[in-house]
């Protein structure tokens, strides 16, 4: 068999910031100031603490304004609301992302609703997710976003082959699912109650793991050539490191195409929220101008 492609996630990211930074200074001289992103963290959880460094970082370093709102675990919910509001209300804040998850006494979905639908650069707004579904304009959620970008790097066809997407989650299962659908992927969600799972992800030319479960697909699960994308993170509790939901050693063999972890959907979750600030900001830009 030919030798597996690893996608570098890191490389495509990259170049899609670099790219992304090479507009900026075009995009400030003609609307008079960078694209914004506002991110907020309620709470200390160590994960959610690193991603959103990292995304006030990526913000920084294409060139956008970025405000990182750090807020007590015990922020009520109101308090939380009434900063979003304000930033919904600031017309120099293009993008707003309440990082999740959020304490248990906030109600997540009030928060999602609460962002404005021209400002939800995570996608997750109903409004978002509806017009998804209905095939209208939307913004894409990151995650599923950077994954189709994978896809589409490594000369992957998807019209006519059989996917399965293993979650069901609406971060990424779901939006996931939809945009395969849309590229005439026959597609299959499996979750936790699929019966026997790995005759189902046997099926897959295209597999799609996102579960949270340490390399919990195993190389009996993947069928000889298919397209192996791994969109867990986990901490392996033996080694301390980051690794994903596949079992990458085992199946890498296996796979024509896979992705690591790190380093493969994470940095492109990251890059195609800039993307997403981005075209928020274009949308804003083009109002203004027309009531100008
Ligand atoms: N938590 C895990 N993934 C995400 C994401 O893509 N966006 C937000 N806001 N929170 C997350």
Request: with cysteine.
């Amino acid at each position: 068999m030919a030798e597996t492609k690893i996608i570098s996630g890191k490389d495509l990211a990259k170049k899609i910031k670099e790219d992304i930074a090479a507009r900026v200074p075009a995009l400030v001289e003609k609307y008079g100031r960078a694209p914004h992103l506002a991110v907020i963290l309620v709470g200390e959880d160590p994960a959610s603490q690193s991603y959103v460094k990292s995304k006030g970082k990526d913000a920084e370093q294409v060139g956008y304004k970025s405000t990182t709102i750090r807020l007590p675990e015990a922020t009520t919910e109101e308090e939380l609301l009434k900063i979003i509001s304000d930033l919904n209300a600031d017309s120099e804040v293009d993008g707003i992302l309440v990082q999740l998850p959020v304490p248990k006494h906030i109600d997540e979905d009030r928060v999602i609703e609460a962002i404005a639908r021209k400002k939800d650069v995570d996608g997750f707004h109903p409004a978002n997710v509806a017009a998804l579904w209905q095939k209208r304009p939307c913004v894409y959620p990151c995650t599923p976003k950077g994954v189709m970008r994978m896809l589409e790097e490594a000369g992957v066809e998807i019209e006519g082959k059989e996917a399965v997407v293993i979650g069901r989650s609406n971060i990424v299962g779901l939006p996931m699912s939809k945009m395969l659908l849309d590229k005439n992927a026959t597609v299959t969600i499996a979750h936790s109650r699929t019966r026997n799972l790995a005759e189902v992800t046997r099926r897959a030319d295209i597999l799609v793991a996102a579960v949270g479960r340490l390399r919990m697909v195993t190389a009996d699960m993947v069928a000889p050539g298919a397209v192996v994308i791994d969109v867990g993170v986990n901490r392996d509790p033996e080694t301390g490191k980051l690794a994903g939901d596949v079992d990458y050693d085992a199946v890498v063999e296996k796979a024509s195409v896979i992705t690591p972890v790190p380093g493969g959907v994470g940095p492109m979750t990251r890059a195609c929220l800039m993307e997403n600030t981005l075209e928020c900001y274009l949308e804003a830009m083009k109002k203004n101008n027309k009531e100008d």
